[in-house]
Nanobody, 113 residues
């Protein structure tokens, strides 16, 4: 079965950077599109970044130019490099596989001084 495990979250000051990682297992990772979602307190979950099986990238407008998604098919890993972080980026970040609607357990990112 699909398993997704996120890591790399934490507390960071505004303007700082973090790199999230997702370890995937239970499916042929290289053949599937992947995504990062987030859920801020009191808000609905939103799609942050999408990366297709061939590397196609899409971002929500609020993170364009600041976040970069990438994947390493040899390692079955998904990444989200987050730079110039803002307090409004505070959320639980989830690694997802859209085809099966599978979600990891999430990792907390808090941007605060």
């Amino acid at each position: 079965q699909v398993q997704l495990v996120e890591s790399g979250g934490g507390l960071v000051q505004p303007g700082g950077s973090l790199r999230l990682s997702c370890a995937a297992s239970g499916f042929d990772f290289s053949k599937y599109s992947m995504a990062w979602h987030r859920q801020a307190p009191g808000k609905e979950r939103e799609l942050v970044a999408f990366i297709g099986s061939l590397g196609t990238l899409k971002y929500t407008d609020s993170v364009k130019g600041r976040f970069t998604a990438s994947r390493d098919n040899a390692k079955n890993a998904l990444y989200l490099q987050m730079s110039r972080l803002k307090p409004e980026d505070t959320a639980v970040y989830y690694c997802t596989q859209p085809a099966s609607n599978s979600w990891g357990q999430g990792t907390q990112v808090t941007v605060s001084s």
